[in-house]
């Protein structure tokens, strides 16, 4: 799995680059994903960016890049089953145009999310609340970032 640990931390980097967006009802993102984008992968996607822009901004929170990549594994066996099924997915291309939609919903689901339960995570000191509440939770992105720093 050396091949999902390189995808995992270079997706990883690319999303948390990304500036935050926001998009009037990202929570239907799995309408609008591009045709054939897998939703567990759009899911980790979602995850990994949350989780990163929080270890990013809270000296509280790191970024467990072991369990990034366990979160990985089980996007792509829930969205193809196999590694195959996954080579053969990534051979077809997609456009430009394709990868920036879902780099644009993936930001703006962040946010929404962040709204959805009251918090602007335009705001540091808010992003950094927000990140206490998913480690509270148990969340997926409360998994991936933990105490220290």
């Keep these: 799995m050396r091949r999902l640990r390189a995808i995992s931390r270079g997706a990883m980097f690319a999303l948390a680059a990304g500036a935050t ?5 990202a929570q239907d993102y799995a309408q609008r994903l591009p045709a054939g984008y897998p939703l567990p992968l759009f899911e ?3 995850t990994t960016e949350l989780a990163s822009r929080i270890a990013y901004a809270c000296d509280a929170h790191v970024l467990d890049r072991a369990r990034v990549d366990v979160l990985l594994e089980q996007a792509v066996t829930g969205a193809f089953g196999n590694d195959a099924a996954y ?6 291309s997609m456009s430009n145009a394709d990868h920036l939609s879902v780099f644009e919903l993936v930001r703006a689901e962040v946010a929404w999310r962040g709204t959805a339960q009251g918090f602007d ?6 992003l950094c609340a927000f990140g206490d509440l998913q480690v509270a939770q148990g969340s997926p992105a409360g998994w991936l970032i933990g105490a220290g720093g």
């Design 21 to 25: 967006g926001s998009l009037a009802g």
């Design 44 to 46: 980790w996607a979602v």
């Design 121 to 126: 995570l335009s705001d540091r000191a808010a």
């Design 87 to 92: 080579d053969a997915w990534r051979a077809e």
